[in-house]
């Protein structure tokens, strides 16, 4: 009986040191990864923020795969203990590093646009100041983040953009990746189309910041407001400019990625969106009434 007890202890398996850390690696880049789009989705983190934290998710994730990779190596090698956890890892892994990987996909395809406006030539103006987030991470160290975000060449997504008017990108470029983008004419008071644009901006979830003139007294009447994606919750400042000219109102618009030097065609489609809607809107509403 002692003789089978000592043969089963001397032919047990060794454990894998690895396949012991990559677990750990993998759950924390993974809970880095949700924590970080929970905390930018809800506004309590900047894009900086949110750009360092996934980074950091990312790098444990890959580390985490070359702590399996030589869990793996030294199953095959010595017959190991630890193919599971280190399987399990991998795949914990994987599903931390496939977001960031789309998202640079993306980068890579598009534009390096952040600015898009209907209206090149005489571009919307900004009337208000950009509204002020909550940054956790720049709480005590105010240079830790932009060093660390610059060390690693991140520049292009972190970096905060302008709303002045010289900020708008070229107009070739604009044309040539979003040539459908167009500011609208309707034969309706400027008033009337005002309501319908507060109204869809109201159903399409923007957060109306300020406005400038008033309707039927001045040319220019402009609203403001910001718009985030559904997901990560990435913010984009926007202006609607309605101008009186006699019996009609030439609407326009701009949208500015808060941060990034790339929009990832983000702007270009709210832009879309909301022309399509204030045309339905402008369709179904009751004409003006005529004059006396």
């Known amino acids: 009986m002692l003789d089978n007890y ?82 399990r890892a991998s795949f ?60 690693l060449g991140l520049d292009d997504l972190t970096a905060q953009n302008s709303l002045s008017t010289d900020a708008v990108p070229d107009m070739l470029q604009q044309i040539s990746a979003y040539p459908e983008v167009s500011g609208r004419q309707y034969d309706s008071a400027q008033d009337h189309v005002l309501k319908a644009v507060l109204k869809v901006m109201k159903e399409q979830g923007i957060t109306v910041t300020g406005s400038a003139g008033v309707a039927g007294e001045d040319i220019d009447v402009s609203v403001e407001g910001v718009a985030k994606t559904l997901i990560l919750g990435l913010r984009s400042d926007l202006a609607v400019r309605l101008r009186d000219e006699a019996e009609q109102t030439t609407v326009d618009m701009r949208a500015v990625s808060r941060y990034g030097r790339y929009d990832l065609g983000f702007n270009a489609a709210l832009i879309e969106n909301f022309f399509n809607a204030l045309d339905l809107e402008m369709r179904n509403a009751v004409p003006d009434a005529p004059e006396e």
């Open 92 to 151: 914990l892994a994987v599903l931390t590093l496939v977001p960031p990987a789309l998202v640079l996909v993306q980068v890579s395809a598009a534009p390096r646009i952040h600015d898009i406006s209907t209206d090149l030539e005489n571009s919307v103006e900004f009337n208000t100041v950009m509204e002020n987030v909550p940054d956790l991470l720049q709480a005590h160290q105010p240079n830790f983040r932009i060093r660390m975000l610059s060390y």
């Open 6 to 87: 000592y043969i089963r202890r001397k032919t047990s398996r060794r454990q894998s040191r690895t396949a012991r850390y990559a677990p750990a690696c993998a759950s924390i880049g993974f809970f880095l990864l949700v924590a970080a789009v929970a905390l930018h989705r809800f506004s309590m983190i900047q894009q900086p923020d949110l750009v360092l934290l996934v980074t950091l998710s990312a790098g444990f994730a890959a580390l985490a795969l070359l702590l399996s990779a030589k869990s793996f190596y030294n199953l095959w090698r010595s017959g190991d203990a630890g193919g599971r956890r280190a399987l």
